[in-house]
Structure formats: structure tokens, C-alpha cells
């Protein structure tokens, strides 16, 4: 069943109270008179907006199911869980021509500035997987590395997502009383402001900056997984603290797929941060592990595109401040990629759910291939 299908049943219910009430006395009609299956004609008279949420309905609409056409006050009928709701056909894959390497890892500092205040087995676990990413990377032999990260330390001039066009990156993890832990990196100036281009080509907001001083973000990841420092790197830093929006992250990433497909180059992308933790004071050192299985679940199957249909609130709440970072991953490599998750660990002493995981662009171009000989598009 087609998600804006059962959004439009909805909507055409909600402006028809006579619809509504035949729906209802019928559902088996519910095909002829409002355009869905008789089991999803039931899940929304049922006021289930759990499920319609799980298939990319806002909340403000599935609101509508159990407040107005139920008359149920409390909104007694959902319990706010995560659901991955598998019943949806997967799409088609349709990966970028040039992205060699997609890949996502978490970039605490603690890990390289105090690894001690961790468990020493899950630390161990936990390298254990940036140890197969990296090798991940260098069997890719990119041309170039865009990097996501979210900003921490750095004063841009706008709260747009930042694009690095600068020559070279320089940062240490001063901060972290640890200056010894510095990075000095080779930028790509031309292909990011290709990039650039590409992202205000499609209507959204986007900062270049020459100089973005490199921190934990960048520095904790790519110290692990670089495969060569001479490899051209792109950072491109979002702003959660000024704007956070899922459906701006997914699109930023939509935006690059042309200019990527376009470009001749071999295109790694990695994003970083999260999952779950919380900076604001109070909340520090809290681990959502039930949420971070759910996004790591949606990974699996296919379904991490879901994720940028869920509004901010959620998000939030279970301390996803910096999944906007895997989201532009997940629109540049478009639907139905499934993520081979190579370790989880939630570690409260340095304050989150940390994961390393590979997004499986073989298996996609193949089920692509696969798809088109069976005649899809
Ligand atoms: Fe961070």
C-alpha cells in the first residue's frame, strides 16, 4: 500500500464526515471509497498513528485519526512506540554512480582522549568495527571523502549546513586536553563548491566556508579510518543547535546525488555522530539504547530513509541530536540500501549509544541490476 495513498484516505475522510461514517460502518468497501486496503482502512479507523507514523505520516495528520475521528481526547490508542514496519514494498536501490563507500560511526572524543573511562572490552569491540570500516574504505580507493559532522566548537555566519571549501583543514583535540591528538587534512575546493552549487540548486540554504577548524568530529573519525593523508576530504558540518530539520537533512543529500553521479570521481561518504546522547545540562551520560536499536533496525532492513520522516520532537527526545549527519548519508545513496551493523556499544561514561556501520552499496547495485532485468524501472 502506498504511503500517499493512506495519507490521502485520510485526508479525503477528514473532509467528509459522510466517507468517514461509511468507512466505518464498512470497511471492506474501503478500496472502492477511499483508495486503500480493507487492513490499512482499519489501522487508521483504529487511531494505530504508532503504524501510520512508522510509514513516514506526520504527526500532525495521523493526529487527526484518534482525536477527531475517533473523538478520543487522550489519544488513547497509540503508545508513542517505534515501530519498523515492514509491510511496505522496499524501493528499488538506486545508488549514485561514483559513491564507492557509504558508511556511518559515532565520534566521541573520549574514545581516543580517555579511552579508559570506558569498559575495556566494549572500547576493544567497538575499534574492533572502525578497524573493518576503515579497511572498508581503502578496498573503495575513493578520490575524494565527504564527511559529515555536526558543530560543536565552530562559529559559522549562518545556521545553514556548512560546506568546506578550503584547501586544507587543520584542527587539534585541544580541548580535550589532548593537542597531541591533531589532523592535518587535504581539502577538495572545486568539488565542494560543486556540491555547494548543487545543494542551492535545489532550493535549500547552504554556508561555504574556507576555514572549518577541525575537532572531535572529524578528527576522532578520520584518525581511525583515513585510509591515506593525502586523501582529499570535504568536511560538511551540520547546525542542530540552529537548525534541525530531517527532511532538510535527507534533501541536502538528494541534492548531491547528481553532482556526485556527474563528477568522474570515486565518492566516499561518511557520516558521523550519535546515536543516542544528550549534551544539554542534566541529561548528560543517558544512553537510549531501545531507540538506537530501532534506527539500527531500520538500517538493517533497507528502511533508514524512514528515519528523516519522523519529526524533531522524537528525535530529540531520545537524544538524537546528531542523526542529521547520517540522514544526508542516507538521501546522496537513496532508498532501500540495507547497513551491516559492525558494532553497537552503550557506554555511559562517555555518554551515548556508539556504532560503526557499512551501508551494503553491492547488495543495492545488485538487487538494482536485478530489478531492471526484471523489468522495473
Ligand atoms: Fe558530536
Redesign the pocket.
Known amino acids: 500500500m502506498d504511503k500517499n495513498a493512506i495519507e490521502q484516505a485520510i485526508l479525503a475522510m477528514a473532509r467528509d464526515p459522510e466517507l468517514l461514517e461509511q468507512v466505518k460502518a464498512q470497511s471492506s468497501r474501503a478500496p472502492e471509497l477511499v483508495g486503500v486496503d480493507q487492513e490499512w482502512a482499519e489501522t487508521i479507523l483504529s487511531g494505530n498513528r504508532d503504524r501510520l507514523r512508522a510509514i513516514g505520516l506526520n504527526d500532525g495528520l495521523t493526529i487527526l485519526v484518534s482525536r477527531w475521528f475517533n473523538d478520543d481526547l487522550g489519544d488513547a490508542a497509540s503508545q508513542g512506540g517505534f515501530l519498523v514496519d515492514d509491510s511496505q514494498p522496499l524501493p528499488n536501490p538506486d545508488v549514485p554512480t561514483g559513491v564507492v563507500f557509504a558508511g556511518g560511526c559515532s ?2 572524543p573520549d574514545l581516543l582522549a580517555r579511552p579508559e573511562i570506558d569498559p575495556p572490552d566494549a572500547v576493544a569491540r567497538l575499534l574492533d568495527g572502525y578497524d573493518r570500516l576503515k579497511r572498508d574504505i581503502a578496498a573503495a580507493d575513493p578520490d575524494v571523502i565527504l564527511v559529515t ?2 558543530c ?1 566548537f565552530q562559529s559559522f555566519a549562518t545556521g545553514h549546513t556548512v560546506i568546506g571549501t578550503g584547501a586544507g583543514h587543520l584542527g587539534s583535540m585541544e580541548f580535550f586536553k589532548r593537542g597531541d591528538l591533531d589532523l592535518s587534512l587535504t581539502g577538495r575546493p572545486d568539488f565542494a563548491r560543486e556540491l555547494a552549487a548543487a545543494v542551492r540548486g535545489a532550493g535549500l540554504e547552504v554556508e561555504e566556508a574556507d576555514r572549518v577548524d577541525l575537532d ?2 572529524l578528527i576522532v573519525p578520520l584518525r581511525l579510518l583515513l585510509p591515506r593523508p593525502d586523501l582529499p576530504v570535504i568536511p560538511i558540518i551540520t547546525q542542530p543547535h540552529r537548525s534541525f530539520s530531517p527532511f532538510n537533512a535527507r534533501r541536502f543529500g538528494e541534492a548531491l546525488r547528481g553532482v556526485v553521479a556527474e563528477s568522474g570521481l570515486k565518492v566516499a561518504f561518511l557520516a ?2 550519535g546515536l543516542s546522547h544528550w549534551l544539554d545540562p542534566g541529561h548528560f551520560g543517558g544512553v537510549d539504547v531501545e531507540f538506537d536499536t530501532y534506527i539500527l533496525k531500520l538500517l538493517e532492513t533497507g528502511r533508514g530513509l524512514d528515519l528523516c520522516s519522523l519529526e524533531p520532537y522524537p528525535l530529540l527526545a531520545h537524544g538524537q ?2 542523526i542529521q549527519n547520517w540522514m544526508i548519508m542516507l538521501g546522496l545513496i537513496g532508498p532501500g540500501v540495507h547497513g551491516d551493523v559492525y558494532t553497537y556499544e552503550p557506554m555511559e561514561a562517555s555518554g551515548g549509544g556508539w556504532t560503526v556501520v557499512a551501508m551494503d552499496l553491492a547488495r543495492a547495485r545488485a538487487e538494482r541490476s536485478a530489478a531492471v532485468g526484471a523489468g522495473a524501472s
Open positions: 565520534h566521541v559532522a555536526d560543536h572531535h568530529g558521523t555522530g541530536y546528531e
